[in-house]
């Protein structure tokens, strides 16, 4: 079975700094996909940013980017220019290629200090 | 417009009661989803149905039950409410095609039930 695993319960990041979420997965498969979810304290959960595993090219969604290391099974997520707007609760998760559901880590909860 | 809604938002209730959670879509989808977030913000899936029809169906008590009238619908029983079905449940939608990265999964707005 899939698993996704955060590691940092909580960070920390100063306004307009930078801020990089740790996620590892585990599987056996070679193509899937891997999500970055937001939840602010409004619970609505946000699509952040996506990676599908056979693209090379780490995706970017303006300030936000991911680090992909497919063969360490390594996921994180990089915030540029941190905003106040941004802290949330920070869930990576993952789908197989052609299945339906998403396996979601622990979460991250990610405060921003003014 | 809202694109994935469910009613209620909150629901407390005694324990022992039978309630319903109501989802509805408007974004055309074909796939349905029901997720519980426990107390921990740990979130699973429960349940999916794509075009009216159970594709998953994890491990969860047969207290539980969904049920989906139609493609936009998909609604969520619960009988005999115990003190550990507490938590947040929420409702997702997408699209299904050949698999790809763009069958993003819609959330809902969840809603919080407590049980007493």
Redesign the interface.
């Known amino acids: 079975a899939q698993t996704v695993t955060q590691s940092q319960p909580e960070m920390s990041v100063q306004e307009a700094e930078t801020v990089t979420l740790s996620c590892t997965y585990d599987t056996s498969e070679s193509d899937y996909y891997l999500f970055w979810y937001k939840q602010p304290p409004s619970r609505q959960m946000i699509l952040v940013i996506r990676q599908e595993a056979y693209k090379q090219q780490n995706a970017t969604e303006n300030r936000f980017s991911v680090n992909f290391q497919k063969a360490a099974k390594s996921f994180s997520l990089k915030i540029s220019d941190s905003q106040l707007g941004d802290a949330a609760m920070y869930f990576c998760a993952y789908r197989t290629l052609m299945g339906w559901k998403l396996v979601f880590g622990a979460g991250t909860i990610l405060r921003v200090k003014s | 417009d809202t694109a994935v809604s469910q009613t209620p938002k909150y629901l407390v209730t005694q324990m022992g009661n039978d309630k319903s959670i109501k989802c509805e879509q408007n974004l055309g989808h074909d ?1 349905m ?1 029901w ?1 519980k977030q426990d107390s ?6 429960m349940f ?1 149905y ?1 075009n009216k029809e159970l ?2 169906n ?1 491990t969860v008590p047969n207290r539980f039950s969904p049920k989906s009238p139609d493609k936009a619908h998909l609604n969520l029983h619960i009988n005999s409410l115990e003190l550990g079905d507490s938590a ?1 449940y ?1 409702c ?1 939608s997408s699209r299904r095609t050949s ?1 790809g ?1 763009r069958d ?2 819609f ?1 809902g ?2 809603t ?1 039930l407590t049980v007493l």
């Open positions: 796939t989803y997720y921990k913000k740990f979130l699973k899936i999916s794509n594709i998953i994890e947040v929420f997702a698999g990265a993003e999964q959330f707005p969840g919080r």
